[in-house]
């Protein structure tokens, strides 16, 4: 609980620090006025974003919290996924490449997994060099469907690792915030891999890149719990 108010706090107390300082100031000029309104509104825009990951992860976390499992077409899923993200991997010049081994169709909860990819493509792109890549690939089986996101981004420190499906763990504080992360997306994907029965696996060296490989069962079999949650 102390982790989830500081993390609402910090924004806030930048944005009255940032908003106290221009009404002590008398003539501010007008570029000095834009700045600070540009760090304003960038803060909004923060706390907004931790305020949805926490929505997320509550509803997540509910003992009567369902998935909408539906037959997907997963190429078009990730075809998907790759599109909206174009435009912020355009700004570092980044490549990015989605590589498909077969036809795939799941049964999953389409908005969740669409949620979760996005996150792990997100993240490879904010902490990735410019002029990087970041290559996706799909695959199945006669059981399950794996989806691999790699990345030649910064990587992660080896005592990092274990740590990073952790609620609000950043590895890097001051870059995490420059791009607007919240130390939640992780943890957040874990726990919809986790909740469609799945597995998650990070590779990472420092300085080579990181590699997140989640496998999920094609077919949805609901467990005990989820029928007596029902019932």
């Known amino acids: 609980m102390s982790n989830v108010s500081h993390e609402l706090k910090t924004p806030i ?3 009255k620090v940032l908003a106290d300082s221009l009404n002590t100031q008398e003539d501010v000029p007008v570029e000095v006025y834009k700045e600070f309104m540009v760090d304003i509104v960038s803060e909004i825009d ?7 990951d926490l929505l997320c992860m509550v509803r997540l976390d ?3 919290a369902t998935l909408n499992i539906s037959s997907v077409n997963l190429n078009e899923l990730l075809e998907l996924v790759l599109k909206r993200l174009k435009p912020l991997a355009q700004k570092k010049n980044i490549e990015l490449l989605f590589e498909s081994f077969r036809p ?7 908005v969740k997994i669409t949620q979760g990819i996005s996150y792990l493509v997100e993240n490879a792109i904010k902490y990735n060099d410019m002029d ?13 469907f794996f ?10 420190p080896k005592e990092s690792q274990s740590r990073v499906f952790e609620r609000f763990y950043r590895v890097d504080k001051a870059r995490s915030r420059q791009t607007g992360g919240t130390g939640l997306g992780l943890s957040i994907v874990k726990n919809i891999i986790l909740m469609h029965h799945g597995t998650i696996k990070l590779y990472s060296e420092e300085g080579m890149g990181t590699t997140f490989t989640f496998r999920i069962p094609l077919n949805y079999v609901e467990s005990d719990d989820e029928d007596k949650n029902e019932n």
């Open 46 to 52: 923060r706390e907004n974003k931790i305020i949805e």
């Open 104 to 110: 795939v169709v799941a049964q999953i909860d389409e």
């Open 13 to 15: 107390t930048s944005i």
């Open 62 to 64: 509910r003992a009567s």
């Open 147 to 156: 989806v691999r996101v790699e990345d030649s981004g910064i990587g992660i």
């Open 132 to 144: 990087g890549w970041v290559h996706v690939s799909l695959n199945a089986d006669h059981q399950f």
